[in-house]
T-cell receptor, first 111, second 115 residues
């Protein structure tokens, strides 16, 4: 069964303390892996698409990487404004190209 | 400004009532989606539409209905048959990315509460 698991469920960091969020997946063929940021009470905001193992993408303090079984979202020197829930989603590459979302990691960055 | 709008932002429903959530996009995307988000769970797909006048059930379609009469609009009706409708509802639209993956872009959401 296709599945996306994110860990940890919640992460508390001090400002400037770098860390990584994990997204592990099992899917029948990978069409793409997506990262989103979601602030409380708002819709998810698109961050990155990764297509194949070894690919990396960066945006400000965020860097996403992809292997054959998981993706990491690295946060370098986070600031309080990086506090949000980060969602990972995987689009399968066979059948109906369904997109499956993980439950998210809630990130809290304290000043 | 291109984007997706959802209305209302907050909606209260009495038991036994049907309510309709609005979703409009001006991104010229062919595909549109409705998701339900509950605390601690991933987004769950209710319905999706890949083209005007066509739509398919997602994983949790029972108690919901949709229409797609225009490319820009994909309203969701929550019927009285939906037993636990209190949730945050998200509408999305998508286009194929450069390498073929369908990146979805989301509206701001509607929070539905059953009184």
């Amino acid at each position: 069964e296709d599945q996306v698991t994110q860990s940890p469920e919640a992460l508390r960091l001090q400002e400037g303390e770098s860390s990584s969020l994990n997204c592990s997946y099992t899917v029948s063929g990978l069409r793409g892996l997506f990262w989103y940021r979601q602030d409380p009470g708002k819709g998810p905001e698109f961050l990155f698409t990764l297509y194949s193992a070894g690919e990396e993408k960066e945006k400000e303090r965020l860097k996403a990487t992809l292997t054959k079984k998981e993706s990491f979202l690295h946060i370098t020197a986070p600031k309080p404004e990086d506090s949000a829930t980060y969602l990972c989603a995987v689009q399968e590459g066979t059948g109906g190209f369904k997109t499956i979302f993980g439950a998210g990691t809630r990130l809290f960055v304290k000043a | 400004d291109g984007g997706i709008t959802q209305s209302p932002k907050y909606l209260f429903r009495k038991e036994g009532q049907n309510v309709t959530l609005s979703c409009e996009q001006n991104l010229n995307h062919d595909a549109m989606y409705w998701y339900r988000q509950d605390p601690g769970q991933g987004l769950r797909l209710i319905y999706y539409s890949q083209i005007v006048n066509d739509f398919q059930k997602g994983d949790i379609a029972e108690g919901y209905s949709v229409s797609r009469e225009k490319k820009e609009s994909f309203p969701l009706t929550v019927t009285s048959a939906q037993k636990n409708p209190t949730a945050f509802y998200l509408c999305a639209s998508s286009h194929p990315g450069l390498a073929g993956a369908d990146e979805q872009f989301f509206g701001p959401g509607t929070r539905l509460t059953v009184l």
